[in-house]
C-alpha cells in the first residue's frame, strides 16, 4: 500500500508536496477549495502550474476530499443544488490539477434508496460536465443520524444507479474508522477476512481505489465519526497491520487524515510492512 496523509494547502495547493515530503509520505491527499464554506475562489493559473510540475517532480499521486457542506442525497432542493454544483467544481479542478480522484461523502437522506439515486444523478451529472479522468470515489461513513454509505450495500447502490459509461470514473474509498464505527469487525484476522470478503461480493475490491487510515477513539459498531491516532484507539494495530501487508492493495493510496502527528502516524504503519 502506499502511504500517504491529508496535507494542508495553506499558500497555495503547490505547497502540499513539500509537506509531503517532511511527512516522508509516498502518496497525498488535499482540499482544493474551502473545506467548510460554499464560497470558493477560482484557481489561479499560475498556482495549476506549480501543482503539476510538483506532481511531475515528486512522482507522488494526489487525491482530493470534497467540501464537507456537500450533502448530494438532501431532500431540501436549494441544498441539493449548491451541492451538485459543488461536486462538479471541485471535480473540474482536480481535472485542471491532474488530481486522480475526488473523494466525497454520499450525504444524508431518511429514505436509504431515494438518497441512493439522488447521489448517482449527481454523480452522474457532474462527470458528464467534466469530460476527462479525474474519478468520483463515494466514502464508506460511519452512519451516524441519516448518512449514507455506512452499509456497503449503499455504495453499491449508488454505483449501480449510474450508467455504464460514467460509472468507469467511478470507485469507492474505504474509511478504516468508518467502517470499524459502522459495525464491520476489522480488528481481528477472521473479521478483516469476512469484511472484505463481503466488500468484494458486494462492491468488488477492484473498486476500491483509496483508503483514510484512522483509528477510532469509539467501539466496534458505535456509529460515530471519531478519528484517533494509529494504533491508540479501539481498533489497535492488528487491522493496519493486515491491511499494510494485503497484496490486493500493494498499489493503493492510503491517507491518515489527522490533526497532528502525520509523520509519526505514516512511520507506524510503514514499521507494520513486513519486508
Sequence with gaps: MLLGAHEGIAGGVSK??????????????IFTRNARGWAAKPL???EVERFRGEARRTGKPVAAHSAYL???ATADRELRK????????????????GVRALIFHPGSH????????QVAEAMERALDRVPGKARLLVEAT??????????FEHLAAIRDAIP???RRRTGVCIDTCHVFAAGYEISTRDGYERTF???????????????HLNDSKNPLGCRVDRHEHIGEGAMGLDPFRLLVNDPRFAETPGFVELDSRLKENIEVLRGLVRR
Design 70 to 72: 456537500i450533502n448530494c
Design 164 to 166: 455504464r459509461g460514467p
Design 16 to 29: 502540499a508536496f513539500g509537506r509531503a515530503e517532511a511527512d516522508g509520505a509516498d502518496c497525498l491527499q
Design 82 to 97: 449548491k451541492s451538485w454544483d459543488a461536486l462538479a467544481d471541485e471535480l473540474e479542478r482536480c481535472e485542471r490539477l
Design 110 to 117: 431518511e429514505d436509504v434508496a431515494e438518497g441512493a439515486k
Design 142 to 151: 460511519a452512519g451516524q443520524g441519516t448518512t449514507l454509505g455506512w452499509r
Design 197 to 211: 470478503d463481503e466488500l468484494d461480493r458486494v462492491i468488488g475490491l477492484a473498486n476500491v481505489q483509496a483508503f
Design 44 to 46: 489561479d493559473d499560475g
